[in-house]
Nanobody, 116 residues
Framework: QVQLVESGGGLVQPGGSLRLSCAAS????????LAWYRQAPGKQRELIAR???????NYADSVKGRFTISRDNAKNTVYLQMNSLKPEDTAVYYC??????????WGQGTQVTVSS
């Protein structure tokens, strides 16, 4: 069974950077795609970045060019590097797995607040 634990959120000023981490347990980490979602107050949860087992990535238009998803299979960890942060990036960020071997899994979420 895969479990996901996010970390790295916090308060940052507009234009600043944060790096989120998602540590995953389980022996199949390297075989599965992972994604980052976010949910702002009063809004639906949205997919913002995804990385396949082979390292291919895709991004939502709202974060393209500012956010980078990466993975370290040796550490069973996926990262989200967030640069040029804007107030509209304020949300709870969630790590996600959706795979036939695991089903749909979510981490507990980490709060990111962009404010001066």
């Amino acid at each position: 069974q895969v479990q996901l634990v996010e970390s790295g959120g916090g308060l940052v000023q507009p234009g600043g950077s944060l790096r989120l981490s998602c540590a995953a347990s389980g022996s199949i980490f390297s075989l599965i795609a992972l994604a980052w979602y976010r949910q702002a107050p009063g809004k639906q949860r949205e997919l913002i970045a995804r990385i396949t087992s082979g390292g291919s990535t895709n991004y939502a238009d709202s974060v393209k060019g500012r956010f980078t998803i990466s993975r370290d299979n040796a550490k069973n960890t996926v990262y989200l590097q967030m640069n040029s942060l804007k107030p509209e990036d304020t949300a709870v960020y969630y790590c996600n797995v959706n795979d036939w071997r695991t089903g749909t899994l979510w981490g507990q979420g980490t709060q990111v607040t962009v404010s001066s």
